[in-house]
């Protein structure tokens, strides 16, 4: 059992192992560490409004897969693996090509300080021309670059997260990047 104060100092590693022999307040660590990138990347791969529903399904499966979990990638990797699989099984019942994923990677910081309205627009502008031409790509280029850049994934925990090779996540990368770059007009591409 741990204290309330150290509920919030233990390592991943030691929550894993405290969790996989029962305890649940080491669980429920991980769960209020990883609920936010999880959350974040159900939206982004297509859940829309069930993120929660996915986020809490994935929680579920995980603590009851812990006797799998290896721990090569880390568990927020495998827990997003996790999240990545009921999303695309969300996705496919719904019949739904194109998910809400996108409202998540638009939505500015409402806290961010913006000094100059001309940039502004001219950011949003980017960023709205960037989403239109992501959603135009095919879903394994956005997939990649979704879990890439927008997640902040390295290509490891990309591999795991959507069940490829590591060189497969390299290439697949750089193909999705040349093809995204070229997709964007002229004058927004350096920018």
Request: charged fraction near 35%; aromatic fraction near 6%.
């Amino acid at each position: 059992m741990l204290s309330e104060g150290a509920a919030i100092d233990i390592d991943e590693a030691t929550a894993v192992a405290r969790a996989r022999a029962g305890d649940l307040d080491a669980y429920e660590v991980l769960v209020t560490r990883f609920t936010a990138p999880a959350h974040r990347a159900a939206l982004l791969l297509g859940a829309g409004a069930d993120a929660d529903d996915v986020v809490q399904e994935a929680f579920v499966k995980a603590y009851r897969q812990l006797g799998r979990y290896r721990g090569d990638a880390g568990f927020k990797a495998w827990l997003l693996a996790i999240v990545a699989n009921e999303t695309r099984n969300l996705v496919r019942s719904r019949r739904r090509r194109e998910g809400l994923w996108l409202r998540a990677a638009v939505r500015e910081d409402p806290l961010q300080w913006e000094p100059d309205p001309a940039e502004s627009a001219m950011a949003r502008e980017r960023r709205r021309l960037l989403v239109e031409q992501l959603r135009a790509l095919d879903h394994r280029d956005r997939e990649i670059l979704l879990c890439r850049y927008l997640l902040d994934l390295s290509e490891a925990e990309t591999a795991v997260t959507l069940d490829l090779p590591k060189g497969t996540v390299k290439s697949r990368t750089a193909r999705a990047l040349a093809r995204l770059r070229d997709r964007m007009p002229e004058g927004v591409r350096g920018a």
